[in-house]
């Protein structure tokens, strides 16, 4: 085998493996959300539409994602709003979703793994 060749598969190998490792996190993280009760308002690609064909009762993720993209402490402040619920009244999503404001879901996640879903959900490419 040439060097270019074995660079070549050295390469592919590399990315084959950070698209399965990328992979597994996205399936972890959509079962989080599923069991924690995420998915009953939010989606991940935007233009879904919610009950009754009214729009999304919570924003789609990588609209989420695109938001706070380079915000500083955006994952702290996003992993509060999921633990203690959103104020109907600062509501920056009003017009684009059917919900008025998040529910407090302490009740339902853990705080680590609230964490590790916005974290995740921030990471979301944005183009696709």
Same mark, same amino acid.
């Given at each position: 085998?040439? *060097?270019?060749a %074995?660079?070549?598969?050295? /390469? ?5 493996? /950070?698209?399965?490792?990328? #992979?597994?996190? !996205? #399936? /972890?993280?959509?079962?989080l ?10 989606h +991940? ?8 064909? %009214? /729009? ?6 990588? #609209? ?10 955006? !994952?702290?402040? $996003? ?20 919900? $008025? ?7 339902? +996640? ?6 590790? $879903?916005?974290?995740? +959900? %921030?990471? %979301? #490419?944005t183009? *696709?």
């Open positions: 085998m040439s *060097k270019q %074995l660079c070549v598969w050295v /390469a592919m190998a590399v990315v084959s493996s /950070a698209a399965l490792a990328a #992979d597994k996190k !996205d #399936d /972890a993280m959509l079962q959300a599923s069991k924690s009760g995420c998915m009953t308002c939010h +991940i690609e935007p233009g879904a539409q919610g009950p009754d064909g %009214l /729009a999304p009762v919570g924003p789609a993720w990588k #609209d989420v994602s695109a938001k706070y993209k380079g915000v500083k402490g955006a !994952d702290e402040q $996003l992993t509060r709003t999921v633990l203690q619920g959103s104020n109907p009244y600062e509501s920056h999503w009003k017009g684009k979703v059917s919900g $008025l404001a998040m529910p407090p879901n302490h009740v339902a +996640i853990k705080e680590a793994d609230a964490k590790q $879903l916005v974290k995740w +959900i %921030l990471a %979301l #490419d183009k *696709k």
